[in-house]
């Protein structure tokens, strides 16, 4: 089993990257680690932060020698990832009703498919949940079927929508907050990924596995309604 590499990010942390491209093996080696570190965290472990192929540890360096963490690093990372104890399966109701895709014509328009083949590909689809980052609870997926592959595009639109299904550079994700993309908005969920009102802020994992349940427009604006109200709308059952 091949080591991670470690990069220094700056004098309070060490990154272990595991690889270059988004594949659930090398996934799982970061989450393995991630986990380990967790169990039996070194004096001076400040915090982990778990991306597509890489590990971020956060270290106080007056307490935790960079040479001895790297030791630990590179010994937990010789043991075989698995997936993560505990990882569920979602399933999120999804609208891909034009008043809330509000790309999924330009995405139809620069594959060659239908509007309703893209949202029939973009719903059946299994999608890992890799990350967190940009935004609390926007969750970078991975599974994005390859005829849906698009590159972002070229210059930024106006925000989107709160709880937008995006996709771009052929990924896939969920954002949480409206914000201006370079992504495409290709639908939209009535559930938070963010909600911190509820006593569990971020109801899904990283590692998680995320499916999308079409519905309408009629049954999106009642769930959403729900969903404001703090109802957890995703159905949510243990992964095999």
């Given amino acids: 089993m091949q080591s ?121 689809a299994e999608y890992r949940v890799y990350m967190y980052g940009f935004a609390p609870g926007f969750a970078y997926l991975g599974g994005l079927p390859a005829e849906l592959a698009v590159s972002r595009r070229a210059t930024p639109r106006p925000p989107h929508p709160a709880n937008a299904l995006i996709i771009g550079g052929g990924l896939a994700g969920v954002g949480t907050f409206p914000m201006p993309t370079g992504w495409y908005v290709v639908g939209r969920t009535p559930e938070r990924l963010y909600a911190p009102h509820r006593p569990e802020p971020f109801p899904v994992a990283v590692g998680d596995t995320l499916r999308f349940d079409a519905i309408d427009a009629a049954t999106f604006s009642a769930l959403e309604r729900r969903a404001a109200a703090g109802e957890l709308v995703a159905r949510r059952r243990e992964a095999a």
């Fill in 4 to 124: 991670p590499r470690l990069l220094d990010a700056g004098e309070a942390a060490l990154v272990a990257e595991f690889g270059t491209t988004v594949d659930p093996a090398i996934h799982d080696r970061v989450l393995a680690l991630d986990d380990a570190l967790r169990a039996a965290p070194p004096e001076g472990l400040r915090e982990t932060v778990p991306t597509y192929r890489s590990l971020m540890i956060h270290y106080d360096p007056l307490v935790l020698d960079r040479d001895d963490l790297a030791d630990r690093v590179l010994a937990l990372a010789a043991q075989p990832g698995k997936a993560r104890p505990g990882a569920a399966l979602w399933t999120l109701p999804c609208c891909y009703d034009p008043v809330c895709a509000e790309d999924i014509g330009a995405v139809a328009q620069a594959t060659g498919l239908s509007v309703e083949r893209v949202a029939a590909l973009h719903a059946g």
